[in-house]
C-alpha cells in the first residue's frame, strides 16, 4: 500500500515547508516539494498541516489501585490516542514488592495486546535488591531503558532514598533513565493523616496534603542523587514554578537533566478545589493542581527548552470510583484523563496564544519524546525511512470538549466546556489510515511493541556537559 499526502505544509521541530510525502509500505519513502510517483491513495492535504503522530511518554492504561482498575484498558485508551493524534504511548510496568519485575513485563506486555497504537513501557522498580539490580539491566537488554521511581506513594510502591540512589547508580551504569515522580512522599503522609484526623477530609486537603515545595524539595533531591550518581534524569509531571527553578539550575551546570509536564498543569489550576464536592473529585491527582503563577513558569519553562516533553499522564477514572473518597480524601484514586486532547488543547491554547510556536509544539509532543526514551529516528521525526506514524491536522477546525463525546471510557472529563481549535484529519499509523475525519479504520491492524535503545547508543545525549552555556536539549 502505498499514499501520497500532497501538498501540506509539513512541520517538525525544525522547519516548515510545503511538499509532498510518500508513504510505502510502514516507511516514509519519500519527501520531496513535488512527487510524481503513483500511489494507491492520494491525499490532498492542501491548506493542511503534517505533523508527526504523536507519542505520549506518559499514560496509565488498566493501573490497578484499590479503587479499581483506571478506566482505559489499553484498548479504549488507545483509540481515545489515535483519535487525537497520539500514535504510540509509553505506559508503565510496575511489579508488586516481591514480585519479579521480568514477570511483571511479560504481563504487562500481555494486557497491552490489543492497543491499537504502537507502544512500550517505562519500567518501576518499587524496592531494593540484587534482583532488582539484575532485572534492571536485563530490562535494559530487552529494549526497556527508562525506570520510573515514586518519591511519593509510601505506602505502596514509593521507595526511600537509599533505594533510589541505589537505582539510579545501577540504571546509570547499564545505559538507562530514570524518571522520577517527585513529592516528599513521608511528609505527604503526616500532612495526609493530619488533615484526616481533623475531619478535613474534601478533595481540597488532597491537594494542601501535597504543596508545591514538596515537590520542589524532592526534585531538588533527585537532582542531587542523579548527580552522586552520574545517573540521567527525566522529571515527569512537574506541575510547580519552584520545581522549574532547581531543573533550570541543574541544567545550567551541564547536568543530563530533563523534564515533562502535562496539559492539566498549564490550564487548570488549584481554585477548582473550592468546586462542590461531585466535581473536586474530578480534579484529585498528584501531584494536585497548582496556581496561577506556577501554570505560567510552566510555560516559560517549555518555551526556553527547560521543560522538553509534554505527556498526559493519563489515568482517568469513573465518577463511582472517585466516589469512594467522598468523605476522605485519601481514598479518592489519583488521576485523571486527556490523551486524547493533548495536541488540540496544545495547539489552541498554546500555539494560538503565542506561547510556544509550532516546532516547539511538535518537538515536545513528538520529538523530544522520542529523543529522550530510545525511539528516534524511527519515530517523532518526519524523514526518509521513519516510521510513517503521520496527522494531517486540520487547523481550523473548531471543538468543544465534553465526557459527553470523548473516547475514553471514563464518564469525567476535567477539560469539560474547553473550547478547541485544531483537530487531526486523518491519523496514519505504520502506513495504514487509522483515522479519517474522526473514523476508525475497523481493518486496523493491532499496534506494535516497541524495543526502545539504551543511552548508550545515544551517550552525547545524556552526558554532563562540561560548558553548557545555555542549555540545549535539541543536541542529538
Ligand atoms: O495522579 C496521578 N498522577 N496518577 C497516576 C500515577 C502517577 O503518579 O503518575
Ligand atoms: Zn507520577
Ligand atoms: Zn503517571
Given at each position: 500500500?502505498?499514499?501520497?499526502?500532497?501538498?501540506?505544509?509539513?512541520?517538525?521541530?525544525?522547519?516548515?515547508?510545503?511538499a509532498d510525502i510518500l508513504i510505502e509500505g510502514d516507511k516514509i519513502s519519500n519527501i520531496a516539494p513535488s512527487i510524481k510517483q503513483k500511489a494507491d491513495r492520494i491525499i490532498d492535504a492542501s491548506g493542511m498541516w503534517v505533523l508527526p503522530g504523536g507519542i505520549d511518554p506518559?499514560?496509565?492504561?488498566?493501573?490497578?489501585?484499590?479503587?479499581?482498575?483506571?478506566?482505559?484498558?489499553?484498548?479504549?485508551?488507545?483509540?481515545?490516542?489515535?483519535?487525537?493524534?497520539?500514535?504510540?504511548?509509553?505506559?508503565?510496568?510496575?511489579?508488586?514488592?516481591?514480585?519479579?519485575?521480568?514477570?511483571?513485563?511479560?504481563?504487562?506486555?500481555?494486557?497491552?495486546?490489543?492497543?491499537?497504537?504502537?507502544?512500550?513501557?517505562?519500567?518501576?522498580?518499587?524496592?531494593?535488591?540484587?534482583?532488582?539490580?539484575?532485572?534492571?539491566?536485563?530490562?535494559?537488554?530487552?529494549?526497556?531503558?527508562?525506570?520510573?521511581?515514586?518519591?511519593?506513594?509510601?505506602?505502596?510502591i514509593g521507595i526511600d532514598d537509599n533505594a533510589l540512589y541505589h537505582i539510579m547508580h545501577t540504571v546509570a551504569q547499564n545505559g538507562g533513565l530514570v524518571l522520577a515522580h517527585c513529592e516528599l512522599g513521608d511528609d505527604i503522609e503526616v500532612l495526609r493523616d493530619f488533615y484526616?484526623?481533623?475531619?478535613?477530609?474534601?478533595?481540597?486537603?488532597?491537594?494542601?496534603?501535597?504543596?508545591?515545595?514538596?515537590?520542589?524539595?524532592?526534585?531538588?533531591?533527585?537532582?542531587?542523587?542523579?548527580?552522586?550518581?552520574?545517573?540521567?534524569?527525566?522529571?515527569?509531571?512537574?506541575?510547580?514554578?519552584?520545581?522549574?527553578?532547581?531543573?533550570?539550575?541543574?541544567?545550567?551546570?551541564?547536568?543530563?537533566?530533563?523534564?515533562?509536564?502535562?496539559?492539566?498543569?498549564?490550564?487548570?489550576?488549584?481554585?477548582?478545589?473550592?468546586?462542590?464536592?461531585?466535581?473536586?473529585?474530578?480534579?484529585?491527582?498528584?501531584?494536585?493542581?497548582?496556581?496561577?503563577?506556577?501554570?505560567?513558569?510552566?510555560?516559560?519553562?517549555?518555551?526556553?527548552?527547560?521543560?522538553?516533553?509534554?505527556?498526559?499522564?493519563?489515568?482517568?477514572?469513573?465518577?463511582?470510583?472517585?466516589?469512594?473518597?467522598?468523605?476522605?480524601?485519601?481514598?479518592?484514586?489519583?488521576?485523571?484523563?486527556?490523551?486524547?486532547?493533548?495536541?488540540?488543547?496544545?495547539?489552541?491554547?498554546?500555539?494560538?496564544?503565542?506561547?510556544?510556536?509550532?516546532?516547539?509544539?511538535?518537538?515536545?509532543?513528538?520529538?523530544?519524546?522520542?529523543?529522550?526514551?530510545?525511539?528516534?529516528?524511527?519515530?517523532?521525526?518526519?524523514?526518509?525511512?521513519?516510521?510513517?506514524?503521520?496527522?494531517?491536522?486540520?487547523?481550523?477546525?473548531?471543538?468543544?470538549?465534553?465526557?459527553?463525546?470523548?473516547?475514553?471510557?471514563?464518564?469525567?472529563?476535567?477539560?469539560?466546556?474547553?473550547?478547541?481549535?485544531?483537530?487531526?484529519?486523518?491519523?496514519?499509523?505504520?502506513?495504514?489510515?487509522?483515522?479519517?475525519?474522526?473514523?476508525?479504520?475497523?481493518?486496523?491492524?493491532?499496534?506494535?511493541?516497541?524495543?526502545?535503545?539504551?543511552?548508550?547508543?545515544?551517550?552525547?545525549?545524556?552526558?554532563?556537559?562540561?560548558?553548557?552555556?545555555?542549555?540545549?536539549?535539541?543536541?542529538?
Open positions: 500500500m502505498s499514499i501520497l499526502i500532497h501538498n501540506g505544509k509539513v512541520v517538525t521541530s525544525a522547519t516548515e515547508i510545503i506518559h499514560v496509565h492504561m488498566q493501573l490497578p489501585t484499590p479503587a479499581g482498575p483506571s478506566a482505559d484498558d489499553f484498548y479504549s485508551g488507545s483509540l481515545a490516542a489515535l483519535q487525537g493524534g497520539t500514535t504510540t504511548i509509553i505506559d508503565f510496568v510496575t511489579p508488586s514488592r516481591g514480585q519479579s519485575i521480568i514477570e511483571a513485563l511479560k504481563l504487562r506486555i500481555e494486557e497491552a495486546s490489543n492497543s491499537l497504537t504502537d507502544y512500550t513501557f517505562h519500567v518501576s522498580p518499587v524496592e531494593w535488591s540484587k534482583e532488582v539490580a539484575s532485572d534492571i539491566a536485563h530490562c535494559i537488554d530487552m529494549g526497556f531503558p527508562s525506570f520510573k521511581v515514586y518519591m511519593a506513594y509510601k505506602n505502596s484526616a484526623t481533623q475531619g478535613l477530609t474534601s478533595p481540597k486537603y488532597h491537594a494542601l496534603s501535597r504543596p508545591a515545595r514538596y515537590e520542589a524539595l524532592a526534585v531538588k533531591r533527585a537532582i542531587d542523587l542523579a548527580d552522586q550518581t552520574q545517573c540521567p534524569l527525566y522529571i515527569v509531571h512537574v506541575s510547580a514554578a519552584d520545581s522549574v527553578k532547581h531543573i533550570v539550575q541543574a541544567q545550567k551546570s551541564g547536568q543530563p537533566l530533563f523534564a515533562e509536564t502535562c496539559p492539566q498543569y498549564l490550564l487548570l489550576d488549584e481554585t477548582l478545589y473550592d468546586t462542590e464536592l461531585l466535581s473536586a473529585l474530578k480534579y484529585v491527582m498528584s501531584p494536585p493542581l497548582r496556581s496561577h503563577d506556577d501554570r505560567e513558569a510552566l510555560w516559560k519553562a517549555i518555551a526556553n527548552g527547560n521543560i522538553q516533553a509534554i505527556g498526559t499522564d493519563h489515568c482517568p477514572f469513573l465518577l463511582k470510583q472517585k466516589m469512594l473518597g467522598n468523605h476522605d480524601f485519601r481514598k479518592v484514586p489519583n488521576g485523571a484523563g486527556g490523551v486524547e486532547h493533548r495536541l488540540t488543547l496544545l495547539y489552541t491554547y498554546g500555539v494560538l496564544e503565542d506561547r510556544i510556536n509550532l516546532s516547539k509544539l511538535v518537538d515536545a509532543y513528538s520529538t523530544q519524546p522520542a529523543k529522550l526514551f530510545g525511539l528516534y529516528p524511527q519515530k517523532g521525526e518526519l524523514a526518509i525511512g521513519s516510521d510513517a506514524d503521520i496527522i494531517i491536522w486540520d487547523p481550523n477546525a473548531q471543538g468543544s470538549i465534553s465526557a459527553a463525546n470523548h473516547y475514553s471510557k471514563s464518564d469525567l472529563n476535567i477539560y469539560e466546556g474547553f473550547k478547541t481549535v485544531g483537530e487531526p484529519l486523518y491519523v496514519i499509523k505504520n502506513g495504514v489510515i487509522a483515522v479519517e475525519r474522526g473514523n476508525l479504520n475497523h481493518n486496523l491492524p493491532v499496534g506494535k511493541l516497541i524495543m526502545r535503545r539504551s543511552t548508550k547508543t545515544t551517550s552525547h545525549y545524556y552526558k554532563r556537559m562540561d560548558n553548557p552555556g545555555s542549555f540545549n536539549c535539541g543536541r542529538v
